[in-house]
């Protein structure tokens, strides 16, 4: 299994420009999440899905969209860069109690390894 | 407010001395609460969580809901325990905060 896996690692953006990033699961977890760590602070969460067709705002949502189309992909969308949107952004999943034949829910978090994204 | 704090960002210690980072937290409800890893070059991994009281890699973390904390220890740091962790604190199913991490450097 791959895990979580996030793509580009990194992009430069100018300012006003739109671009997705992408993140795909192949755990069959139901949750996932965008967060964004910015220099010497903790991950803030941006967005997340409890399913297919489900997201919810996190702390941070604004100049962000996200879609779960499929319980293995959830992108972030980014229109409009701005120059406080660089950061690095990490997808997660994790899965949820109460799916047949898994155990209940740890609470651990997978992470994609990151994307580093800088708005000029 | 619901929060996480690691007061420490850089922690140094030489090898074979013990460790302690250190984590706070501010909940109203029972804390789910996990420390998080990440090694030079890999991804963020669960190092632990306080309902397994487990030992991994030999770090300890002990609940203490009086002080609200749940310190990292071990009794004997390793040069392969260089690395950035963060505490994190679940709030029910699939919210998480996290700390803004400590990195430790274990010293030669």
């Known amino acids: 299994n791959a895990g979580v896996t996030q793509t580009p690692k990194f992009r430069i953006l100018k300012i006003g420009q739109s671009m997705t990033l992408q993140c795909t699961q192949d755990?069959?977890?139901?949750?996932m999440y965008w967060y964004r760590q910015d220099p010497g602070m903790g991950l803030k969460l941006i967005y997340y899905?409890?399913?297919?067709?489900?997201?919810d705002k996190g702390e941070v949502p604004n100049g962000y969209n996200v879609s779960r189309s499929t319980t293995e992909d959830f992108p972030l969308r980014l229109e409009l860069a701005a120059p406080s949107q660089t950061s690095v952004y990490f997808c997660?999943?994790?899965?949820?109690?109460?799916?047949?034949?898994?155990?209940?829910?740890?609470?651990?978090?997978?992470f994609g390894e990151g994307s580093r994204l800088t708005v000029l | 407010a619901q929060r996480v704090t690691q007061p420490e960002k850089l922690l140094s210690v030489f090898k074979g001395a013990p460790v302690e980072l250190k984590c706070n937290y501010s909940?109203?409800?029972?804390?789910?609460l996990f420390w998080y890893v990440q090694y030079s070059r890999q991804r963020l991994q669960l190092l632990l969580r306080?309902?397994s009281r487990e030992s991994i890699k030999g770090f300890t973390a002990d609940l203490n809901k009086g002080e609200t904390s749940f310190h990292l220890k071990k009794p004997f740091a390793q040069e392969e325990d260089s690395a950035m962790y963060y505490c994190?604190?679940?709030?029910?199913?699939?919210?998480?905060?996290f700390g803004t991490g400590t990195r430790l450097k274990v010293l030669a």
């Open positions: 997660a999943s994790s899965y949820s109690a109460g799916t047949s034949g898994r155990p209940p829910n740890t609470g651990e978090l997978f």
């Open positions: 755990m069959n977890h139901n949750y």
């Open positions: 899905s409890v399913g297919a067709g489900i997201t």
């Open positions: 909940y109203s409800g029972s804390p789910e």
């Open positions: 306080h309902i």
């Open positions: 994190a604190l679940g709030k029910g199913t699939y919210k998480y905060i």
